[in-house]
């Protein structure tokens, strides 16, 4: 490859080259309780776990294994030039060069040793192979890098870049029909360095130096218990049966009407490391350890450590003709420490309600089939605590109401209204901040058939579908020292759009006309409208068999 600018010129040599490897092993699996022991096991736990443990099975082989690398090598060389015209002088400019020679790694392993049991690890790894000379220009550093390179049976491997490590645990076990119980492990860690990352230290008349790195390691984990109620119902009272009594089959509407009930917990960490020389240990790596693992690594401290947790509480009751609730409860709460202070932010969701009404059919001289409407309220409260010497709390919330209704019409008509009102209230110690946002969307669809005569002609009915929408925004500022709202966020936008398709000898083609206007009331009160339309068409068509002789 080669290139040029005004002022330089530049050319490059390149190879680059892979090669993976993949397998996914037939199962070899043993018992987990060996022969002569199931008997014990099957007189020690109860009846529910007999079969699951006693004839639970072990897989020694891995569900895959795949590996790969691949080698790349540039040369780049750049010459720059005083002027834009070439002179006598251009053969002198010396060459600027820009060698690349770098090794990557991967190595994937999936395994499933029990059937609830999963597990995953990724590793992803970039070497580079530059000798140091042409690395770094400093001498110091130079010594650094060939300190950091490795070899393997007389090949240099050079030093490690860049590297990602992904693991991942998940446990499913099914213990009752009427119990679902997940469980959920994963880590990340990322590093980086480069021969730019380099940290001096100045100790009178001495300088020390050292490689640096970025630093990032992750652990979340989680689970949820979730118990249905009708299946609680149906190992109570067994399948429905004739002559059933009346009771029982009450007791058992009521119990299938209600949702199953979940409850899910998450906890995570993660911290960061900027331009530090650390050397991760594994279990940061891995994901071990406390919050003391993730924020120190030595003497160096993280440059940003978050902690976090969240509860997340649902349930709901199925209504006849299809009406329904449901309701849900999350708290979480998150610490973050960086270099500037502490914040904790709490944050909380209710109520969080959603409701669909009966579905409802009129008298059929209406026109209409059926009309549904789902509605619900949402509302979240987050409250965050700065620390350091003056504590300060700012307070946020938002509402919403979404609002969706659907009407079926006789044939193919079918319209739909979705709408959401949005209000919101900010409270910091220099005032406070309210928000309004309204919007609302129209559509209809449906299928129409030509006259006759040009029906025959398409292979299925045109499509017709008419959008209508309109969103206002309005955000305001109260200072601690003022009454009135001054607003930073005023528009309102506006949408139309009408588009129409059908095929004919398979030949899609269609239409499409659109209209958007957004105008803001604030500043310099700028807005734009557009009004687009375009045709397009698509021809399908299928190759026939080339005759052989």
């Not at 003709?321 to 709460?333: K, L, T």
């Amino acid at each position: 490859a080669d290139g040029s600018t005004v002022t330089t010129e530049s050319d490059s040599e390149t190879f680059d080259a892979g090669v993976g490897w993949f397998r996914e092993p037939d199962a070899r699996e043993v018992g987990l309780v060996p022969g002569f022991a199931k008997g014990v096991v099957r007189s020690v736990l109860p009846g529910f776990l007999e079969d699951k443990v006693a004839d639970a099975r072990l897989r020694l082989t891995p569900e895959r294994v795949s590996l790969g690398t691949s080698y790349f090598q540039q040369d780049s060389r750049i010459f720059r030039f005083e002027r834009i015209i070439e002179g006598a002088l251009d053969d002198q400019a010396a060459a600027t060069f820009a060698p690349r020679e770098f090794l990557e790694s991967a190595a994937d392993v999936r395994l499933r040793p029990l059937q609830p049991l999963t597990a995953s690890l990724t590793l992803l790894t970039v070497r580079d192979l530059l000798p140091p000379i042409e690395s770094a220009a400093a001498p110091e550093v130079q010594s650094l890098i060939a300190a950091e390179r490795t070899g393997l049976a007389g090949v240099d491997l050079g030093w490690e870049t860049s590297r990602t490590l992904r693991t991942a645990l998940g446990y499913r076990p099914s213990i009752f029909s009427w119990l679902r119980t997940d469980f959920d492990w994963t880590t990340v860690y990322q590093s980086e360095r480069n021969t730019n990352f380099v940290e001096r230290t100045f100790a009178g008349a001495d300088t020390t130096v050292a490689l640096a790195r970025n630093a990032r390691g992750q652990r979340d984990w989680g689970t949820t218990v979730a118990l249905s109620p009708a299946g609680v119902a149906q190992g109570l009272f067994g399948e429905p049966a004739e002559g059933e009594s009346p009771d029982i089959a009450q007791l058992r509407a009521i119990f299938g009407a209600v949702q199953p009930l979940s409850v899910t917990y998450r906890d995570g960490i993660t911290s960061r490391f900027n331009r530090d020389p650390i050397d991760p240990r594994l279990e940061y790596q891995f994901g071990f350890g406390g919050v003391e693992r993730y924020r120190f690594i030595g003497a160096d401290t993280a440059a940003s450590l978050t902690d976090r947790s969240t509860w997340r509480l649902g349930s709901g009751v199925t209504l006849p003709a299809g009406a329904g609730v449901r309701v849900g409860y999350q708290i979480s709460d998150a610490t973050t420490l960086d270099t500037r202070s502490e914040r904790r932010t709490t944050q909380r969701t209710w109520p969080d309600v959603q409701g669909t009404l009966p579905t409802l059919r009129p008298p059929r001289f209406l026109g209409i089939q059926a009309i549904s409407v789902t509605s619900g309220i949402v509302r979240t409260t987050r409250e965050t605590e700065f620390g350091g010497r003056a504590l300060q709390r700012r307070f946020d919330s938002d509402t919403r109401v979404p609002l969706d209704l659907s009407i079926q019409w006789v044939r193919t008509l079918v319209t739909t209204y979705r709408g959401l009102f949005r209000s919101g209230r900010g409270v910091d110690p220099t005032g406070r901040t309210e928000r309004e946002q309204q919007s609302h969307r129209v559509s209809l669809s449906s299928q129409l058939l030509p006259p006759s005569a040009l029906a025959r002609r398409l292979d299925r009915p045109i499509r017709l579908s008419l959008l209508g929408a309109v969103t206002s925004e309005l955000n305001c500022r109260i200072t601690a020292q003022g009454d009135n709202c001054v607003a930073f966020v005023d528009q309102l936008t506006r949408t139309a759009s009408v588009s129409m398709d059908t095929s004919a000898g398979g030949f899609e083609f269609g239409l499409q006309v659109s209209f958007d206007d957004r105008q803001s009331f604030v500043g310099q009160q700028t807005g734009s409208t557009q009004f687009q339309v375009g045709i397009f068409g698509q021809l399908d068509f299928a190759a026939g068999a080339l005759p052989i002789r």
